[in-house]
């Protein structure tokens, strides 16, 4: 594999690549530069398309498995300083941080001030699944069948899990063997980066404004943003390149919190209240609990359940512990979930006046502990990132599909470090996490093809601070 890899990349350099701006704007291709310079730029776009492709195939054999038990593992190290060194071989300036994050900055060529660019992926794997020695499996010219995997899985375009599969009827695809995941999920995302990076460093005279790019660990393990403030990333406008198919754009999701209210009583022996000042927290708790989500049944108040659906939100009593298996103690852990922040505040804003009403008439003490998990991504973005989106996909011939999410993104945990919210963009992955998982190829070549129409969009808009 590794091989082929350079063979093409020796191709590519033969060639002499030029501007890489053709297949942006067809129209006015053709009215400025000969038909032969035409064929060049085609061929050097199927160039990129086959490194792409390639370097996907490379890095499923790459093995990057995050854990829950463990800080990083030492696959996603190993896997981070290949990433790190095959930067550097393309002659850009690369940083490992401490907890592997892989930061990679491009100083602007225009002379216009105009937004800094971010993109980001994560390089590990979900540890749901077995995903150490894959083997992908390429299938050109795919014939609409079932596909038969070796644990006897079947991913079908007759089902749900392969309704998408049904589009892709002659094309490219790539699944696993059948005993492990694919790791599209986010070696495409992974590979359009690292794609889009070797094309800027191979044609300097393309015009962009500064980049940055940063790739993470944990993110399947839900701590892609732990470390990243040891990053300078903080674009004007970001990316991230984690999504499904066809077009698809994340451009909104859930702002998400979690509230602990303990509650504290007196210890002491139930049968001499009276005397020794005893007062079990569980009571007033679950009047606390009651009165924040509210639900009436034949006369008695409960904690309401959680039935949302759609653009609704909520407010969960998630569960009452007795932390120290003591009834002095309860703690109240609620999750809140909105795609308007107004919403979650307002919620607060009901409980702290509840408090001491409480502590009055039941002699306890409540202390509140807020903890801020992700936030909605289209509350905190740049006023132009939807235009040049729709410009991006227009010019690659791809009709965005946008959708909000009632759970949160990666960008959706780099907005709480940053402040700023980013979309995240399709990268062909279908059925992550799953041993069924594949590739659309077409698809992540049009990820990729938009990653650059991104930088054009951004360099032609004027900053506006
Ligand atoms: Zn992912």
Redesign the pocket.
């Known amino acids: 594999m590794k091989g082929t890899y350079f063979i093409t990349l020796l191709a590519v350099a033969v060639l002499g690549l030029g501007h890489l701006n053709a297949y942006a704007d067809t129209d006015n291709l053709f009215s400025q530069v000969t038909r032969q310079a035409a064929r060049a730029a085609l061929k050097e776009q199927n160039n990129y398309r086959q490194i792409l492709l390639n370097r996907f195939l490379r890095y499923t054999t790459y093995d990057s498995q995050s854990s829950e038990k463990e800080q990083i593992t030492a696959v996603q190290i190993e896997t981070a300083k290949k990433l790190f060194d095959e930067i550097q071989s393309f002659g850009l300036n690369v940083t490992l941080t401490p907890h592997y994050y892989i930061y990679v900055e491009i100083p602007s060529n225009v002379k216009e001030d105009v937004p800094t660019l971010g993109f980001s992926s ?1 390089y590990d794997v979900t540890p749901d699944n077995p995903a150490s020695g894959i083997k992908a499996r390429k299938i050109e010219n795919y014939d609409g069948k079932p596909i038969v995997l070796e644990n006897g899985q079947v991913i079908d375009p007759a089902k749900e899990n392969g309704a998408y599969l049904s589009t892709q009827i002659g094309k490219t695809i790539v699944t696993s063997d059948g005993t492990t995941i694919l790791s599209a ?2 070696k495409a ?1 992974v590979s359009i980066m690292m794609t889009m990076l070797q094309t800027l460093a191979q044609n300097p005279n393309r015009k962009h404004g500064k980049i940055q790019v940063v790739f993470a660990p944990n ?2 393990v839900g701590r892609a943003a732990e470390f990243i403030e040891e990053t300078p990333y903080n674009p004007d406008i970001a990316f991230d390149f ?1 999504g499904g198919v066809d077009g698809e754009v994340v451009i909104g999701n859930f702002n998400a919190e979690q509230v602990i209210i303990t509650v504290q009583g007196h210890p002491g022996h139930q049968s001499h209240a009276a005397e020794n000042g005893y007062l079990n927290a569980w009571f007033p708790a679950c009047v606390l609990g009651a009165r924040l989500c509210p639900e009436e049944t034949e006369g008695v108040v409960l904690p309401l359940p959680n039935h949302s659906t759609g653009k609704q939100g909520y407010a969960e009593l998630h569960h009452i512990d007795y932390p120290d298996n003591t009834p002095s103690v309860a703690k109240l852990d609620f999750r809140l979930r909105g795609f308007v922040q107004a919403d979650l505040d307002a919620w607060k804003d009901q409980m702290y006046a509840a408090i001491p009403e409480i502590e009055n008439n039941y002699g306890v003490t409540i202390s509140v502990e807020v903890r801020r998990n992700y936030g909605n991504v289209g509350e905190a973005i740049h006023p132009e990132a939807m235009k040049i989106t729709r410009r991006a996909f227009a010019k690659a011939d791809v009709t965005p599909n946008f959708k909000e999410e009632r759970a949160g993104t ?1 960008a959706s945990m780099f907005l709480i470090k940053m402040g700023k919210g980013a979309f995240t963009i399709f990268t062909g ?1 279908n059925n ?1 996490h799953a041993f069924t998982e594949w590739l659309s190829e077409e698809d992540m070549y049009k990820s990729y093809l938009i990653s650059l129409n991104l930088i054009d969009e951004v360099a032609a808009l004027k900053q506006n601070r």
Do not use: L
Request: proline share 10%; glycine share 10%.
């Open positions: 994560h999920d986010d995302g993110e399947d984690d990666t992955q992550p």
